[in-house]
């Protein structure tokens, strides 16, 4: 949460105000706004999701909805939706789609409730996708696939930054766990780290300003509520994970998201809440040695304001606060943090000179998303004004990771055989926390927002090499823009050269299905990029020679 620019934040609360008459964004209403998956897999109906927040507040029915497709006629929709909690999420099924790119315009019809009678009032108030004071409608835009997203065989894709209702203050929230495990089903993920704030886990579900006794029974809840979730063995799998707030080599706070840690871990640094007195609450070490979990720099150089940096003390990564002297490393540099902007720029960049010194640390790819299914609704200047754009939506940029084989032991005669099966491929196997850790573990995966892009190791004509597999779907754009191969010489003095070569470029297009085989030679490491015909991106993690 940032009260300046350089944060991008989420589902707006436009209801906190200073102890004055006044606010810009304040309204006697619940905030209302429908919300979509960005995409349907097939065999998904599409879905909208109604998000109701303040009810507890303000109670309000909503009478009815009329949607709007292009090229057809509206439809009328009765909700008759008795609005009364904190946080409200309510699915609207909107019938089969065939394959296409779709806007809808949302049209609401609402009535405030009486709180003591429960009784409607008079005046029926009508809004376009949303009730946000002085932000223009926008239509809800969804893409219903003709396949399935591709994906390497034996990898598991998955959301690995994203918030839910757990984390709320002054002017964002996010979405239910439920409809996070929904969402990730309709676009096609295996699993979903809900990684709220740790600070927000220290004040109350009620009080967003108020600082509760104890984070633990919080953070315990929404653990609990993921555990329930996960008894459906049809549905992502679902993980509590944390962002957390540390300190830095400066001092500066910086984000680190963990993927299933034992427990809480504080980190209070720039929550907002304290005024000037944001210093970290523990420094990355320190934070480290509380856990075993796999602990990933979160969008390291995003760009931020300078009073950003003066009030909340945020600041950047540096190359000695991914704690590398110790047992316990950050494992992996969350640079692609739903756009590819200045932020993923220089943090490509950083993770590239880590490879450089021998750090073979994975690239990981997340949206940092507060509900946010379709677009981002934020407050722009808290009490003025709100803002809308395309960025941070849930489950567009994802980390796919390859998952451990299964080797089965069969006899044939006097003969031991070994089947390898890569998981996944029989019914009754499942993506979990331990599969999961097990694979971050690992050196192979990949980041992309459509095209599946990965490698494997294999003997080429009596030569140690690397195959790289790209695969895209027409969905995405088909054919590929280009297919670039990189790696970095070993000199003879056994160490890495400085800069990376281009072992192998396709700058020419390249079909949908291509396999390209490198040989090591005196490589340290090879990885590769490609670009889609319609601009959908996918970066590999490093192969090793060794």
């Not at 606010?23 to 006697?28: C, D, E, H, M, N």
């Not at 809900?194 to 984070?215: G, L, N, R, V, W």
Request: charged residues 25%; glycine residues 8%.
């Amino acid at each position: 949460m940032s009260f300046f620019p350089g944060e991008k934040l989420r589902y707006a609360e436009t209801h906190f105000k200073f102890r004055l008459p006044w606010s810009l964004l304040y309204r006697p209403w619940p905030e209302i706004l429908a919300d979509a998956p960005f995409q349907f897999v097939p065999g998904e109906e599409p879905t909208l999701w109604i998000v109701v927040r303040d009810a507890h507040r303000f109670p309000t029915l909503i009478e009815k909805m009329e949607i709007q497709m292009a090229g057809a006629e509206s439809k009328t929709i009765d909700l008759q939706i008795r609005a009364t909690e904190q946080f409200g999420f309510y699915p609207v099924k909107i019938g089969t789609l065939a394959p296409g790119r779709y806007e809808i315009c949302c049209r609401f019809f609402a009535r405030r409730l009486d709180p003591a009678s429960g009784s409607t009032t008079d005046n029926v108030k009508t809004f376009n996708r949303w009730n946000y004071p002085g932000l223009r409608p926008a239509p809800l835009k969804f893409h219903v696939l003709a396949e399935n997203p591709p994906k390497a065989p034996g990898y598991a894709a998955g959301e690995t930054h994203c918030h839910t209702h757990y984390s709320a203050d002054h002017v964002e929230h996010g979405a239910a766990p439920k409809v996070l495990q929904q969402a990730a089903k309709a676009v096609g993920l295996d699993f979903v780290s809900c990684t709220d704030h740790a600070y927000d886990f220290a004040y109350t579900t009620e009080d967003y300003t108020k600082e509760a006794e104890s984070p633990m029974p919080r953070f315990q809840k929404l653990r609990d509520e993921i555990r329930q979730l996960n008894g459906n063995s049809s549905m992502p799998f679902m993980i509590a994970g944390e962002e957390v707030s540390a300190g830095n080599s400066k001092g500066e706070n910086v984000h680190v998201t963990v993927l299933g840690p034992e427990t809480y871990l504080p980190g209070l640094g720039d929550c907002g809440r304290n005024w000037l007195e944001n210093r970290p609450t523990l420094r990355i070490p320190k934070l480290m040695e509380m856990t075993t979990a796999h602990c990933f720099a979160a969008h390291p150089f995003q760009q931020m304001g300078l009073l950003e940096k003066w009030i909340f003390r945020r600041g950047y990564w540096k190359s000695k606060d991914l704690n590398l002297d110790a047992s316990h490393t950050i494992r992996g540099i969350q640079f692609w943090n739903g756009s590819r902007d200045e932020g993923f720029k220089l943090g490509r960049e950083f993770w590239i000179e880590q490879l450089g010194k021998g750090n073979y640390l994975l690239p990981i790819g997340g949206n940092d998303a507060h509900g946010d299914l379709n677009d981002t609704t934020a407050v722009s200047t808290p009490l003025f004004s709100l803002k809308h754009s395309q960025s941070h939506i849930f489950g567009k940029v994802r980390t796919v990771v390859k998952l451990d084989e299964r080797r089965n032991i069969r006899h044939s005669g006097l003969c031991p055989v070994v089947d390898v099966i890569p998981y996944g491929e029989t019914k009754d196997e499942r993506v979990s926390l331990d599969t999961l850790n097990a694979a971050f573990a690992g050196d192979n995966c990949y980041i992309t927002d459509g095209p599946a892009l990965w490698w494997e190791r294999d003997i080429v004509h009596g030569i140690k090499s690397i195959v790289f597999h790209a695969r895209n779907t027409s969905d995405f754009g088909g054919g590929f823009r280009y297919i670039r191969i990189y790696g970095r010489k070993r000199l003879p003095n056994g160490k890495l050269a400085r800069e990376e070569d281009v072992r192998m470029e396709s700058l020419v297009a390249a079909p949908s299905s291509t396999d390209i085989a490198v040989s090591l030679d005196n490589y340290a490491y090879l990885r590769a990029e490609c670009e889609s015909a319609s601009g959908h991106f996918a970066l590999t993690s490093a192969a090793k020679a060794d």
